[in-house]
C-alpha cells in the first residue's frame, strides 16, 4: 500500500475555489466509493469534511464538496475563507478493512 | 455524543514497552471497528491498522504489521496500542478513530504524544 499522491500546495484568495486532488490505483481510489477527506489545523485533530466520495457529514459547510473520475478524487473548496487554511488529506479504503491516506496538501489563503 | 479519550503524553527510552489506550463512549463499542493514525512530526497522516471489538479481529497497514499490536478490551470499552521495543523513529503523534457511519475514520481521539529518546 503506498500512500496516495496529492499536490504539496494549493492557494486562492478568499472567495475563489480550489481544487485538490488524490490519485490512487484502482486497488484503493478508483476501487471503492469510500474515499474522504479530513481537515487539519496545526496541533489539531483531523476532522471529516466529506466522506463516500461526496458525502458532508453534519455541520461541514456545502462549501465543500467532493467528487471521483476513474482513480482520482478531488475535494473543491468553493468562496474561499481565511479559516480554511489547513492541511488536507485525503484517505481511500483499499480492501481487507484497511484503508490509506494522501501525502497531505497544505492550502494557504492569500 | 459519541467520545474518544485517549490516555496522556508519554516520554521513553530506546528498548522500552509502551501501552497507550483510547476509551470509547457514546456508542456501542464493540460493534464498530476502532483504529489507529501516526503523525510524524511535520510529516502526514498514516493508516496503522484497525480492530473490531466484537470479536478482536484486527487489521495492520503492511507498514506497521509485526512492529505495533492492536488490541481492545471491550469490558472497559477501550482499545490499545503498544510496542514491545521503542524505537527513536516511534516518536510521533498517535490518534484513535473510530468508523461509525461509513468505511472511513469519522471520529477522533484527542492524540497521545509519544517521545522515545535517550
Known amino acids: 500500500q503506498s500512500a496516495l499522491t496529492q499536490p504539496r500546495s494549493v492557494s486562492g484568495s478568499p472567495g475563489q475555489s480550489v481544487t485538490i486532488s488524490c490519485t490512487g490505483t484502482s486497488s484503493d481510489v478508483g476501487g471503492y466509493n469510500y474515499v474522504s477527506w479530513y481537515q487539519q489545523h496545526p496541533g489539531k485533530a483531523p476532522k471529516l469534511m466529506i466522506y463516500d466520495v461526496s458525502k458532508r457529514p453534519s455541520g461541514v459547510p456545502d462549501r465543500f464538496s467532493g467528487s471521483k473520475s476513474g482513480n482520482t478524487a478531488s475535494l473543491t473548496i468553493s468562496g474561499l475563507q481565511a479559516e480554511d487554511e489547513a492541511d488536507y488529506y485525503c484517505?481511500?479504503?483499499?480492501?481487507?478493512?484497511?484503508?490509506?491516506f494522501g501525502t497531505g496538501t497544505k492550502v494557504t489563503v492569500l | 455524543e459519541v467520545q474518544l479519550v485517549q490516555s496522556g503524553a508519554e516520554v521513553k527510552k530506546p528498548g522500552e514497552s509502551l501501552k497507550i489506550s483510547c476509551k470509547g463512549s457514546g456508542y456501542s463499542f464493540t460493534s464498530y471497528w476502532i483504529g489507529w493514525v501516526r503523525q510524524m512530526p511535520g510529516k502526514g497522516l498514516e493508516w496503522m491498522g484497525i480492530?473490531?471489538?466484537?470479536?478482536?479481529?484486527?487489521r495492520y497497514s503492511p507498514s506497521f504489521q509485526g512492529q505495533v499490536t492492536i488490541s481492545a478490551d471491550k469490558s472497559i470499552s477501550t482499545a490499545y496500542l503498544q510496542w514491545s521495543s521503542l524505537k527513536a523513529s516511534d516518536t510521533a503523534m498517535y490518534y484513535c478513530a473510530t468508523r461509525i457511519a461509513s468505511l472511513t475514520f469519522d471520529y477522533w481521539g484527542q492524540g497521545t504524544l509519544v517521545t522515545v529518546s535517550s
Open positions: 480492530i473490531y471489538p466484537g470479536d478482536s479481529d484486527t
Open positions: 484517505c481511500s479504503y483499499a480492501g481487507s478493512y484497511t484503508s490509506v
